[in-house]
């Protein structure tokens, strides 16, 4: 059974940083490419960070450009996000996905339960 | 950038109605479009992928239409477990972006 569990959220100030990671179990990790998405509260879903199977290829939104890096441990079957430069706009529910191939822009077929990154002064 | 409008942002229905959804892209994305169902509180869902193939355990009461700029998500007989928001999803090139959801409400 394919699980994602995020962790990493919590309280952080305007102009901070974070880190959130996903751990995958029950597939081959390094065969998917993997995601990550938002949601502020009451709005709908944000894609934000795309990443390949092995790693070697990235791609972000025009909103996190340059502030967030998406990433991957494969030997210990991880994703991350590294959030940068924060604002309170990026305040939201981040969910890892897992895509269906090993390069990006893929459906995304399995979700994590979501970390909620809250950040405010 | 390829923006995703989706059409109605609220529905009011009945259990047993048939309710379509429309999303359009702001260019062609051939069938590169995934529909997902969100329930308060909890992660999406993957309903249907490449426009009208129906997710493994998805009922069939759900099916998808359309390609290249105008695409539907149709529930026939819906049920109660039904009521949620529906967002579709364009995934024809590396960054992906979604329709703003629709929410399904009980009429």
């Known amino acids: 059974e394919v699980q994602l569990l995020e962790s990493g959220g919590g309280l952080v100030q305007p102009g901070g940083s974070l880190r959130v990671s996903c751990a995958a179990s029950g597939f081959t990790f390094s065969s998917f490419a993997m995601y990550w998405v938002r949601q502020a509260p009451g709005k709908g879903l944000e894609w934000v960070s795309g990443?390949?199977?092995?790693?070697?290829?990235?791609y972000d939104s025009d909103s996190v450009k340059g502030r967030f890096t998406i990433s991957r441990d494969n030997s210990k079957n991880t994703l991350y996000l590294q959030m940068n430069s924060l604002r309170v706009e990026d305040t939201a529910v981040y969910y890892c996905a897992k895509g269906t191939r090993p390069t990006p822009g893929t459906s995304h077929e399995h979700w994590g339960q979501g970390t909620l990154v809250t950040v405010s002064s | 950038d390829i923006q995703m409008t989706q059409s109605p942002s609220t529905l009011s229905a009945s259990v047993g109605d048939r309710v379509t959804i429309t999303c359009r892209a702001s260019?062609?994305?051939?069938?590169?479009l995934a529909w997902y169902q969100q329930k308060s509180g909890k992660a999406p869902k993957l309903l249907i992928y490449?426009?009208?193939r129906l997710e493994s355990g998805v009922p069939s009461r759900f099916s998808g239409s359309g390609s290249d700029t105008e695409f539907t998500l149709t529930i026939n007989n819906l049920q109660p477990d039904d009521f949620a928001t529906y967002y579709c999803?364009?995934?024809?090139?590396?960054?992906?972006?979604f329709g703003q959801g629709t929410k399904l409400e009980i009429k």
């Open positions: 490449k426009a009208s």
């Open positions: 990443i390949s199977g092995g790693g070697g290829s990235t």
């Open positions: 260019q062609t994305i051939d069938n590169w």
């Open positions: 999803q364009q995934y024809i090139g590396y960054s992906c972006s």
